[in-house]
């Protein structure tokens, strides 16, 4: 029989909308009003924008169940990377050549990267989306999850008004506030925005060369290295110390070769001491990467290791490359955020850190994972399996 585990707990993460009331909204906004005008915004401008925002319901159902935390691996990446995502690449890498040479010169970043974000942040800017950038913005900074952080987010935008980059009734983007064709948050914009085209405006909306400059503006102030990849798949020795794999565990690509661990075709990795980790995004029935420093530069865009993963074999395949040499096992259970939350509550019981129970399986919480995997004689891989699941009564 199932425990009824952190019930209040769960119950407060996952409240809806509905529970914040107008009068609470509006509270919440006249003091969101007081910073941003004691921060420098004209008061003209921060009355004008917050006098036409409103609490957004969906909003905070899609931040509650975001599909980088809730979907498999091999859903997310044949969605992420699809055939069609992969094919407009190539056409768009063709089209867009000269910018996209232009924007390695100045930044260097490889065009296969700048396109493969364009490509899954708006599908090649086919879909900004649709929602109103302060309304959303709004709505998270008066939701206590991440208040602080939205609060910031939101005077970045008016701040964008301000400046006139775009007119505040063409202000759409992203249920999180993320705009243009490559979907940067306000604060994101204001810092790394440029003007590539020379007309005088920071357009992310309508300028593909103000977007692709200013994405490998980012990527450059991020650390991106040019002398090295993102990672690649790898295989891994039939006797392959899992407990070696995990987001703290990095060891040069040295360490790996003796390890035993080859490139696709079964080449030795390269002998270079550049620092590298193992991810096992499906656990150890899928594929395996090794993954290099421009990795955390591309988790820099986007926290979610799957985001990261999607965005390196989507470069790869625009620029060539095939599909992956093992595919993601298509029956690895889909977990909810409430049974997220309830594996580590029951891991952190057990004596397995988690860290904060927050709904995410994030690397805490599969280093939790593969500790009780050792503990119980299991592979750990850090993956919650059937079997794992099973053992810990979660469903």
């Known amino acids: ?77 044949a969605r992420s990377v699809s055939p069609q995502r992969v094919e407009k690449g190539r056409e768009l890498l063709q089209t867009h050549r000269a910018l996209l040479e232009r924007v390695q010169r100045e930044t260097g970043v490889p065009p296969a990267y700048l396109l493969a974000f364009w490509g899954l942040e708006t599908n090649y800017g086919s879909y900004f989306g649709g929602t109103a950038v302060p309304s959303a913005l709004a709505t998270l900074a008066c939701d206590p999850r991440r208040s602080e952080f939205f609060t910031g987010e939101l005077i970045a935008a008016l701040r964008i008004v301000e400046e006139d980059a775009i007119p505040l009734e063409r202000m759409q983007g992203s249920w999180a506030g993320a705009m243009g064709h490559v979907q940067f948050m306000p604060s994101v914009f204001l810092r790394h925005a440029v003007d590539a085209d020379g007309d005088g405006r920071r357009d992310l909306w309508n300028s593909v060369p103000d977007a692709m400059l200013s994405a490998g503006s980012f990527l450059q102030d991020l650390g991106w290295n040019t002398g090295y990849r993102w990672g690649r798949e790898v295989l891994l020795p039939k006797d392959f110390d899992f407990a070696a794999a995990g987001q703290s565990l990095r060891r040069p690509l040295t ?38 420093p421009n990795f955390n530069v591309i988790l820099g865009w986007n926290r979610s290791e799957y985001y990261a993963l999607a965005v390196g074999h989507l470069a790869d395949r625009i620029a060539g490359a095939g599909p992956l040499h093992t595919r993601p096992p298509s029956d690895a259970p889909r977990l909810s955020r409430e049974e997220v939350m309830q594996l580590q509550a029951t891991l952190n019981e057990r004596g397995f850190d988690s860290g904060e129970v927050d709904g995410i399986l994030g690397p805490a919480t599969r280093s939790a994972i593969r500790g009780y995997q050792m503990s119980e004689g299991m592979i750990p891989d850090g993956f919650p399996d059937r079997n794992l699941l099973t053992r810990l009564d979660i469903r």
Do not use: N
Request: aromatic fraction near 8%.
């Open 1 to 77: 029989m199932k425990k009824p585990v952190l019930a209040t707990t769960l119950t407060i993460a996952l409240l809806p909308a509905l529970a914040f009331a107008a009068p609470d909204f509006a509270d919440c906004l006249d003091g969101i009003r007081d910073r941003a005008v004691e921060e420098g915004v004209k008061p003209e401008v921060t009355d004008r924008v917050l006098a036409q925002v409103e609490f957004l319901d969906r909003v905070i159902e899609l931040d509650r169940r975001q599909p980088e935390f809730t979907t498999p691996f091999a859903g997310y990446l």
């Open 255 to 292: 360490d790996w070769r003796r390890l035993g661990v080859t490139d696709v075709s079964g080449r030795p990795v390269a002998e270079l001491e550049l620092p590298a980790r193992l991810l096992l995004p499906a656990g150890h029935r899928g594929p395996a990467f090794l993954v290099y």
